[in-house]
């Protein structure tokens, strides 16, 4: 199986995100595997044969209707990573993120578009917070209503966006970035939302109400699946059974009574063998 990873232009942990991540895959990942880092810059401590650099991209369009600012600079980004890897390649592929764990044994027959969450649900209201976020989610549903509305395919409708690893396959891929042209948009879509709605029969049933049998998140946030990281017991028992963990920098740096990163501690002594991707 091929994994995808883009990283973007660094983090406050040096890129130990990604450090971890791989640790994590090579020891529960119960498949051969490969792995490319598309990056703006590769972190020295990555063997150069796991990594290719991609320029950092921003279309014209939106750069002109915003004065410059370049907002959702990270979104187009991503997605143009995305597309490029898809342009390069013929197959199904993982494309993960850099700041997940892997802390149970599977296999990519695991993996699945879960857990869903219906367009009409009060998801927005949970995730009020990340205005870009679900700027881009709706794009997601305008861009998939502007396909299917011509012919009056009309089908329910959800939310993909859990920050977890997904299969994606690359024909599927470029057809959609063909349809919708990066270069041609002011707001990116959120694409796993995007991708799993218009080719369903790869997603899977289980719904986000349930979502922590799969993810323990750790972020402060309010939501199912959302965890804080005071202390080792807290993380703990909220990773207990589950598959994958990820994080935000607030969970990340947030220190215990004692002055601790607790969460980065927990990472760093799990996950404490060198991967064969580091030099």
Not at 33 to 44: C, R, Y
Not at 52 to 70: C, D, H, M, T, W
Not at 85 to 114: G, R, V
Not at 215 to 224: H, K, L, N
Request: some cysteine.
């Amino acid at each position: 199986m091929n994994i995808m990873i883009p990283l973007g232009l660094g983090s406050n942990w040096g890129n130990n995100e990604l450090r971890y991540f791989l640790r994590s895959l090579e020891e529960n990942f119960q498949e051969d595997f490969n792995i490319t880092i598309l990056a703006n810059e590769i972190p020295k401590w990555i063997k150069p044969e796991y990594a290719k650099v991609i320029p950092r991209f921003y279309p014209q369009k939106a750069e002109k209707l915003y004065n410059g600012s370049k907002k959702y600079e990270n979104f187009f980004d991503v997605l143009n990573k995305v597309r490029t890897y898809a342009n390069e390649n013929e197959f199904e592929f993982i494309y993960a993120y850099d700041d997940d764990l892997l802390i149970n044994k599977i296999t990519s027959s695991d993996i699945k578009n879960e857990p869903l969450e219906p367009e009409e649900s009060n998801y927005c209201k949970i995730r009020e917070q990340q205005q870009k976020h679900l700027l881009t989610i709706n794009q997601s549903f305008i861009l998939y209503k502007k396909i299917c509305d011509p012919i009056n395919f009309h089908r329910k409708l959800f939310v993909c966006e859990t920050h977890l690893p997904r299969i994606y396959n690359c024909s599927h891929l470029r057809w959609l970035f063909n349809i919708f042209s990066l270069e041609d948009l002011e707001i990116p879509f959120a694409l796993a939302t995007l991708y799993f709605n218009i080719f369903p029969e790869q997603s899977g049933t289980i719904p986000i109400s349930e979502s922590n049998t799969i993810q323990a998140r750790f972020s402060f946030e309010d939501g199912v699946g959302c965890y804080d990281s005071n202390t080792l017991m807290a993380i703990e028992e909220a990773t207990k059974g589950k598959t994958w963990v990820n994080y935000n920098d607030k969970a990340l740096f947030n220190k215990d009574a004692f002055g601790n990163c607790t969460l980065m501690n927990w990472i760093e002594k799990k996950f404490q063998n060198k991967s064969k991707f580091e030099v």
